[in-house]
């Protein structure tokens, strides 16, 4: 413990520095602009890798952006710990809302504000230097497997061919991901489930033209509002989700699960201060806690159509259009609620428009075993590390990969996110905590080491 | 007749490069960034007027985009005709829609495609051609007054101001503007009515920052979702306006009104093959000719929020917006429903959202009278010009000023417009049939004829 402690103490700055170059990269995967920059990001990972002391590093090409694998093996008998992780980040707009550039990291009071601070630079870089640290001080207690992709904020699409491609060579005994939350420093958790998701575009058609509004208006069925009776329509007036089969999978948790989540510490007030609104918003029936970590829910991403430029045009637009998302619940299947929520919403358009909707990404729900070696081992590191007890959580968020290395390479995951809520992922301002790096950096070599002490009893 | 027939002939050329020339202007009003050649538009515009033999003509700095004046007094004692057009035109997005570039005009099969062709420059111009052809043939039996605005588009904020400030200089016995439709060249007709506007910007904010949907979806307000809930609600299941008091002032037409307006051709299944649609759509209880020309409308001209860029971010995003216009039938008043609207909007905002209503412009509707001097006058033009009786039709656009010249000026207005419903005003390919744009040549000079001989009876 007090090695760790020196050794991160005496490469403070060069932890930080490194961090910060890697968060210069605008990995942007969305959107085709950044393509360079992403690849540049890769570049970096994998030498990044080699000077920790990886060996096999290498940049593997896919479809899309290419996975930065690397490994070090330092004895068949014990016990591998595959640790996952994306350089891609999301895109950074809006960018007026930003305070500081988003790919200029800037410190202020102890955070790190860059878009990929938290998700997910400076947490899987939270491994590499772990790893360099169990390296240096001679401490390496399992052998360790990198793969960090490219595509994680636009499905993974790619990632799923690679795993079944590789699956010897990604032998592993767990994997090790930090891409998720602790509620507080001071409340330290473990989340143990992570929600599906369904991604998909909806595309409304009204006339061939867009329209004189003053000539046409009132006459012609208007898509935008159209799009917007759909919508609507998605959520009743508790809101629940409307789709039918959308709930039929959906298993009711016991009153001792939900009890247990709701025990977590959650202050509603402060909930509603920090996003400034004044109540809160869900389903009926169903706790904030239970809303986002154990329902699936229906958000609209993103929506346009007719004229957005500045001052007015009076125009009945020919065509709208809207993001939607759907997070799925463990027995959800992202393919099977595409399906559901296509067949739903082609339905539900109103004469005098057509819908068509196109699927974008998705992934599978996951919950991972509380009573597995690795959970254990990750409790027992936090107490070490942070002197409490880890609280199990559930994550609102989806990390398609999990489920998919439970399917391909039949192992269970243990998710080790060191982030808050408020690091306002995917938002203007992202933010990482300088203390969380380092005591993430400090917290995943006592997981290694408590892993093969579990592994060998 | 024959001195105009020839003296068109002799000049088609011409008269069609020139149009050509003031349609190369992007003179795009609502848009900042097109400012110098919405200036150089209106120089343009006081050359040709100068040249074609007016006097006085003068560029009138006002708080916006200046208006054109230029008049020819041949004789006190003779009736003074006032000119109304304008050289703005719509912003011409979607770009990618159109076939050749907006500000390039090109022929096909007898069409002029430009933005602007006819909407208003390819109309206004008439009147400035025929206004030469009268000088040089020596037949102008009117006196005659410009002017031209730069802000019709965007609501003409200032031209009622200036009207106010030059009651003396545009004293006049009528209105003339050609910034209208006929049924058909076949069915030539004249509008009696326009619609009154009232075009407001929403503004609907959920949270302080745009959210991860996955952490936050299902238990924060979505101002996407909202928005589209409340927009939902603006029309019930007959497509009424839900508003309270929208329809308080709206005059209900005698069934002989009803019956007139709908005996105007109109051929539904073209109507729907040429805006490739399956339905029309409207307010249960009136016809397409009724909805578009006497009834109020709420049209939803442009809607963004969230990510709206390429491939998926999945963001609860912190603000949605929304354009909204609505046409007011004679009795409303433009600030009464916008005040009705905001009054309505504002609450009906769901509990976790706060909106905001911004104004943007209006305008009055108008009746202009059938039995006038001027109105026989220009019945009696199209019957020499098209061998025709003109059908009175009540257009369903807005033309702010016409309401604007009866309150200041105390003068009825003609819309003697040349224009068809297919020319795509506001829209891609907006176009303008080279063949109109010398009937109108020819059918002004004989309005003025005949309207100078009818005030003389």
């Given at each position: 413990m007090q090695a760790i402690k020196k050794y991160i103490e005496d490469n403070k700055q060069r932890f930080l520095d490194e961090l910060f170059e890697l968060l210069r990269f605008q990995s942007v995967s969305a959107d085709p602009k950044y393509k360079a920059e992403v690849l540049k990001t890769a570049d970096y990972v994998a030498q990044k890798l080699r000077e920790a002391g990886a060996d096999q590093v290498e940049i593997c090409e896919t479809a899309g952006y290419p996975i930065v694998y690397g490994e070090k093996i330092i004895d068949p008998a014990l016990p591998t710990v595959l640790i996952y992780g994306h350089y891609d980040v999301q895109p950074p707009d809006p960018l007026e809302l930003w305070h500081t550039p988003p790919f200029e990291p800037t410190v202020r009071d102890g955070k790190i504000y860059a878009r990929g601070a938290c998700d997910d630079k400076g947490q899987f870089y939270m491994h590499v230097k772990a790893f360099e640290l169990m390296m240096q001080t001679g401490t390496l207690a399992c052998n360790v497997k990198f793969m960090i992709e490219g595509e994680e904020e636009v499905g993974s699409a790619n990632l799923g061919i690679f795993v079944r491609a590789n699956q010897e060579r990604l032998k592993a005994d767990v994997v090790l991901i930090s891409d998720t939350s602790m509620i507080s420093m001071e409340h330290p958790s473990i989340e143990t489930g992570l929600r599906g998701l369904a991604y998909l575009e909806v595309e409304v058609t009204g006339p061939n033209r867009d329209l004189?509004?003053?000539?046409?208006?009132?006459?012609?069925?208007?898509?935008?509002?159209?799009?917007?009776?759909?919508?609507?329509?998605?959520?009743?007036?508790?809101?629940?989700i409307t789709i039918p089969e959308f709930y039929d999978k959906v298993a009711e948790l016991s009153q001792d699960e939900r009890?247990?989540?709701n025990a977590a510490p959650y202050d509603e007030e402060e909930y509603k201060k920090d996003l400034d609104i004044a109540e809160v918003w869900g389903e009926q029936g169903y706790s904030t806690l239970e809303r986002t970590g154990t329902r699936p829910t229906l958000e609209v991403n993103g929506i346009w159509g007719g004229?957005?430029?500045?001052?007015?045009?009076?125009?009945?637009?020919?065509?709208?259009?809207?993001?939607?998302?759907?997070?799925?619940?463990?027995?959800?299947?992202?393919?099977?609620?595409?399906?559901?929520?296509?067949?739903h919403f082609e339905s539900i358009a109103p004469a005098g428009v057509t819908v068509q909707v196109r699927p974008h990404h998705g992934g599978e729900p996951v919950v991972t075993p509380t009573d597995s070696i690795a959970y254990r081992a990750a409790e027992k590191a936090i107490e070490t590390a942070f002197g409490k007890q880890a609280i199990p959580t559930?994550?609102?968020?989806?990390?398609?990969?999990?489920?998919?290395?439970?399917?391909v390479l039949g192992i269970k995951t243990v998710l080790l996110g060191f982030g808050l809520d408020s690091d306002a992922l995917h938002s203007p301002n992202e933010k990482y905590d300088i203390f969380n790096y380092y005591k993430g950096i400090e917290t995943l070599p006592l997981f290694h080491r408590y892993y093969a002490e579990l592994s060998a009893q």
């Open positions: 004189h509004s003053g000539v046409y208006g009132g006459a012609v069925a208007n898509p935008i509002t159209m799009l917007c009776k759909m919508i609507a329509s998605l959520h009743d007036e508790e809101n629940h009890d247990a989540l004229y957005i430029g500045e001052g007015a045009k009076t125009v009945l637009p020919s065509k709208a259009y809207a993001k939607i998302s759907m997070r799925l619940v463990p027995h959800q299947s992202s393919e099977e609620i595409t399906a559901i929520f296509t067949r559930r994550g609102g968020g989806s990390i398609p990969i999990v489920a998919l290395f439970e399917e």
